[in-house]
Every structure is written in structure tokens, then in C-alpha cells.
């Protein structure tokens, strides 16, 4: 069984629209991510969720809006989209559960390819 | 300055040889490091998980962290062909895990 899906897997938009991506995770973790890795394969994250609520929101428009409907599920909203969001997406979940507690491992899924034209 | 900082290769070794990766930071409070194996156009699979200083050894893999020189090596032992990917190493000091990732070393074996 899959840990941490993500669909879809390949999306091919053009500049302007709004598109989603949604991650789904079976190993029962509070926490899970959303990084972007760009052209030169360097991984950045954009936003944590713990158990629905937001944790991490580093320096991303606003045009991305993640959302977080229940602690299995984290979704990537992207409104207006722009030649240079084109890369790959990543969701990411831990076993994390608090900011005291020392699981830090994060699992990734196997990533959806935008490619804005 | 990254605050880690990571050869991006590649790295071309015979088969059987040991595989010698490592990364350096500038943020003394990572106290969390990991290690990952992106085959491409695929998602990166987590080998080795550490805290603080000291070593971690899981079959072929070994991973060292020194945090007085600020700096971590992952080992692979009897490397194999199907040990080519890029190597990514992360690091924290976040509680909530905001891991900051180095540009991956791409590694080839050649049989």
C-alpha cells in the first residue's frame, strides 16, 4: 500500500488558471508538508499542517493556499498560476505529534510535475 | 551563504567501492539530520534518521554527524549500480521539523 500518494501525478496548465493537488497519507501521522523542488533539484518547504492546523507558512505567495480537511489529508491550491510555479510538488507526512516530541523522519510522496505553459 | 551546503557531483565510483558522502552547515542549533535517496523523477526515500552527534549504522549505510566541525557524512558499503541517484541530506533545530536540505549529490556506480 502506498504511505503517502498524491494526485495528480503530471499536470500540464496554462498561465492563469487555478489548479489542485491533493496528498492523502495511510501511516497514521499528525503532521505532514508541502515542499516545492525547483529545476535544480533543491527542495524547499512551503507549509506544515499538525493535526488541521497551519505550523509552518514560509515566504510563498499567496496565491498557494494549502488546506487541511482532516489530519490524513493535505491539499495545494494554486490560483493565477505563473510560468515560473512550474516544478515539482512534494508532500511530505511525520510522525511528529508535538513540538516537543523527537520523530522528526518525513515521508515523501512520489510528487506531482506541474508544468505551467 | 546556504545554510547547508552539499557537492552536488557527480560522483562516479566502481561497483563494490564505499560511497563517501557529506555535508556542512552553518546553523549550530541543527540537531536533526537526515538522510534521503531520490531516484529520478521519483520522490525521495529516507535512509538514515539521527540525533545530535554520533554515528548510525542500518546495513550498508553508516551516517556519521559531527556537530563540533558542523558536518555529516553518509557511507554506502559494496555499492551497487542500483545505488545511482542523487543523495539529499536535511537538517533542523525546528521543533516542528522545517528541515533545510542540501542541493543532493548525484552518485553513479558503474559496474
Known amino acids: 500500500d502506498t504511505a503517502v500518494s498524491q494526485t495528480p501525478k503530471y499536470l500540464v496548465t496554462q498561465m492563469g488558471n487555478d489548479k489542485s493537488i491533493k496528498c492523502e497519507q495511510n501511516l497514521g501521522h499528525d503532521t505532514m508538508y508541502w515542499y516545492k523542488q525547483d529545476s535544480k533539484k533543491f527542495l524547499k518547504i512551503m507549509f506544515s499542517?499538525?493535526?488541521?492546523?497551519?505550523?509552518i507558512n514560509e515566504t510563498v505567495p499567496n496565491r498557494f493556499s494549502p488546506k487541511s480537511p482532516d489530519k490524513a489529508h493535505l491539499n495545494l491550491h494554486i490560483n493565477s498560476l505563473e510560468l515560473g510555479d512550474s516544478a515539482v510538488y512534494f508532500c511530505a507526512s511525520s510522525p511528529l505529534t508535538s513540538g516537543a516530541s523527537s520523530s522528526y523522519e518525513q515521508y515523501f510522496g512520489p510528487g506531482t510535475r506541474l508544468t505551467v505553459t | 551563504q546556504k545554510e547547508v551546503e552539499q557537492d552536488p557531483g557527480p560522483l562516479s565510483v566502481p561497483e563494490g567501492a564505499i560511497v563517501s558522502l557529506n555535508c556542512t552547515y552553518s546553523?549550530?542549533?541543527?540537531?536533526?539530520f537526515m538522510w534521503y535517496r531520490q531516484y529520478s523523477r521519483k520522490g525521495p526515500e529516507l535512509l538514515m534518521y539521527?540525533?545530535?552527534?554520533g554515528n548510525k549504522e542500518d546495513g550498508r549505510f553508516t551516517a556519521q554527524v559531527d556537530k563540533s566541525s558542523k558536518y555529516i557524512s553518509l557511507f554506502i558499503r559494496d555499492s551497487q549500480p542500483s545505488d545511482s541517484a542523487t543523495y539529499l541530506c536535511?537538517?533542523?533545530?525546528?521543533?516542528?521539523?522545517?528541515?533545510?536540505f542540501g542541493a543532493g549529490t548525484q552518485v553513479v556506480v558503474t559496474p
Open positions: 546553523n549550530s542549533a541543527f540537531q536533526y
Open positions: 539521527t540525533y545530535s552527534s
Open positions: 499542517y499538525n493535526n488541521k492546523e497551519l505550523i
Open positions: 536535511a537538517m533542523t533545530a525546528d521543533s516542528w521539523g522545517k528541515f533545510q
